[in-house]
């Protein structure tokens, strides 16, 4: 069955270095998106991407978070200067379809620790 | 703005017990509610979804009808295994172009045999 994947799985930096989180969502979906959930919380919405730009993006997604899909199957989530705060899971998510009825297929999570 | 609450868990059972996790919702539009489950050390899995009022999904045993009048979403299932033990997600859509899922805090189920 496809699936989403996601590398590194653990990913441990210093504050202030730039990371960059990987998922290679399944083939042939359409929708792309990053999630992420801080230790003990909930799951939050950072960005969505379709046809090569981001579709919606959330208040945490600031100018430090940037999304590419470089190539035809890779889709990375760049943190550009890392803080303690953006420790947490981060999960890749893809859709096939548009409008509300479709699942989101999610990939098992980087999980990112910031020292 | 919208939002979705979980009861507070952990939740704890006996396996063959009946299974309720209560989820309400706050939606400006007409949402899709979604359940996910995430098993030890694995990602999200999409468990059932419904997208329209009286809608019921269904998989693996587990049930949930989307009731618009009361804004809820409840999974149950009628007879717990030890397998089922995972945090459980409560999710909806409103937003047709990124269609961002905003989830609840999650409750945790534990089942002893």
């Known amino acids: 069955e496809p699936e989403v994947t996601q590398t590194p799985s653990h990913q441990v930096t210093q504050m202030g270095q730039e990371v960059i989180l990987r998922c290679v969502p399944i083939s042939n979906h359409l929708y792309f998106y990053w999630y992420r959930q801080i230790l003990g919380q909930k799951v939050e919405f950072l960005v969505s991407f379709y046809n090569n730009e981001i579709s919606e993006k959330s208040e945490i997604f600031d100018d430090q978070f940037s999304v590419e899909r470089p190539d035809g199957s890779n889709f990375t989530l760049k943190i550009r200067s890392t803080k303690l705060e953006d420790s947490a899971m981060y999960f890749c998510?893809?859709?096939?379809?548009?409008?509300?009825?479709?699942?989101?297929?999610f990939g098992p999570g980087t999980r990112l620790t910031v020292l | 703005g919208d939002s979705v609450t979980q009861m507070e868990g952990p939740v704890t059972l006996s396996e063959e017990a009946f299974l309720t996790i209560n989820c309400t919702y706050t939606a400006t539009g007409y949402p899709s509610l979604f359940w996910y489950v995430q098993y030890p050390g694995e990602g999200l899995q999409l468990l059932l979804k419904?997208?329209?009022?009286?809608d019921k999904g269904s998989n693996k045993g587990f049930e949930a009808t989307y009731r618009k009048e009361t804004t809820s979403f409840h999974l149950e299932k009628g007879s717990v295994q030890v397998s089922d033990s995972a945090v459980y997600f409560c999710?909806?859509?409103?937003?047709?172009?990124?269609?961002?899922?905003?989830f609840g805090k999650g409750t945790t189920l534990s089942v002893s045999s």
């Open positions: 998510a893809s859709r096939e379809t548009s409008g509300t009825s479709g699942g989101q297929f």
């Open positions: 999710a909806l859509t409103v937003n047709q172009a990124g269609t961002a899922l905003i």
């Open positions: 419904a997208t329209k009022a009286d």
